[in-house]
């Protein structure tokens, strides 16, 4: 799922172009809460594909198309909008 949204908004924005993320993640593998733990194993019980990704990961993965994470900024909830601008 992130690799195919990630390989539209690369083809699709033009430089410049913004391409913004809401919700829980991972940083460095670690949960940045325990609720966001527990949401991501509600998550994987419903579907082994679905979970809470690795903020770095999904960053590796929008470079690859040309998208560079231009800020995150840390939000109510535990959660982070991150901001990928197209370069």
Not at 45 to 51: E, H, I, R, T
Not at 65 to 78: D, I, Q, S, T
């Amino acid at each position: 799922m992130t690799e195919g949204l990630m390989a539209g908004a690369g083809r699709l924005l033009p430089e410049g172009g913004v391409l913004y993320l809401y919700g829980p993640y991972k940083i460095n593998g670690a949960h940045t809460a325990p609720s966001n733990e527990a949401f991501e194993r509600w998550l994987t019980d419903q579907d082994q594909a679905w979970g809470v990704r690795d903020m770095g990961v999904v960053a590796e993965c929008a470079a690859k198309h040309g998208l560079h994470l231009h800020e995150k900024v840390p939000m109510p909830a535990n959660n982070f909008s991150l901001l990928f601008k197209k370069v």
